[in-house]
């Protein structure tokens, strides 16, 4: 088994705030994974993208990219659906020239539409997404929508791993947002029964982070907090020890690398050597 941690976003106690500061400093702290955020706009041109591969290459650097949040495939308009599936194709294409395993995607709101009829609209879409992806000749990397938080939001795992097995392709997989999770079940979560569901992919990918609880809501809210206490880290890496799981986990946390050190340590304390 092989567990990658790292951050989403370059690293916050990097000398010099930079890709390439970010990777000298996860290679300082034994770190050895990075989600390039395409969240605000797809800042690297192809040419850069292959110059990043390169370097995360020489630092044994696991890569993948998130995509921009501006992205709803089942928006009632065409332009947006459109727009989305031209960010998404454009990341995939950058994550391909930088050797990024994984292009996470927070794909859709269902709207005015019920789960059935989202599910169907998803399943074209993304076949659509698919068909480009392979015109582009991509070989290496996976379309990973991830699970969301909110019940306005598409997909909860069993939806995602339901549209994985219709659609049938090595280029669509998913990404496991353990806090998403924990607040879509409202402070609820196991992590055995997850496990079980994903037992067949050979590489999990995941996010983690702890998540805020609202005093007058009585919920819990997909707001960031550092690793801490909801929803606790522990249990999940013995899951993943027993279960020989091979797994990225990108910190959410707003402490970024700070929060991988801290999961690492929980590893290391249950007997994985880095």
């Given amino acids: 088994m092989k567990i990658y941690l790292g951050p989403g976003g370059n690293c916050l106690t990097a000398k010099e705030s930079s890709t390439l500061g970010s ?3 996860l290679k300082e702290l034994n770190l050895n994974a990075q989600e390039i955020e395409f969240v605000r706009s797809i800042y690297l041109s192809q040419k850069a993208a292959e110059e990043v591969g390169k370097l995360a290459k020489d630092y044994n650097i696991e890569l ?3 995509a921009p949040y501006f992205i709803n495939l089942l928006s009632d308009k065409k332009e ?3 727009k989305s599936i031209k960010r998404i194709l454009e990341s995939v294409d950058r ?3 930088m050797g990024a395993k994984f292009v996470v995607v927070h794909a859709a709101y269902y709207g005015n539409l019920s789960k059935e009829e989202a599910f169907e609209k ?10 480009g992806m ?3 000749r991509i070989k290496n990397t996976k379309l990973a929508y991830e699970t969301m938080g909110k019940e306005s939001q598409f997909a909860d795992l069993d939806e995602l791993l339901k549209l994985v097995k219709e659609v049938k392709s090595k280029l669509l997989t998913i990404c496991v947002d353990f806090a998403h999770l924990y607040c879509r079940n409202n402070g609820k979560i196991d992590y055995s029964s997850i496990l079980d569901k994903i037992k067949s992919f050979k590489h999990v990918h995941s996010h983690f982070s702890n998540v805020k609880y609202n005093l007058n809501s009585k919920k819990f809210v997909d707001v960031h907090v550092p690793i801490n206490s909801h929803p606790p880290f522990e249990p999940l890496a013995k899951e993943i020890l027993k279960r020989n799981i ?8 707003p402490k970024l690398e700070l929060d991988s050190l801290k999961m690492k340590e929980t590893f290391e304390k249950l007997g994985y050597k880095f």
Avoid at 246 to 253: A, F, G, P, V
């Fill in 23 to 25: 990777f000298e400093r």
């Fill in 64 to 66: 993948s990219v998130h």
């Fill in 80 to 82: 947006t659906v459109n």
């Fill in 95 to 97: 994550a391909e020239g």
């Fill in 122 to 131: 998803m399943k074209e879409v993304t076949l659509k997404i698919i068909e």
């Fill in 134 to 136: 392979e015109k582009m």
């Fill in 246 to 253: 091979n797994i990225t986990i990108i910190s959410e946390s």
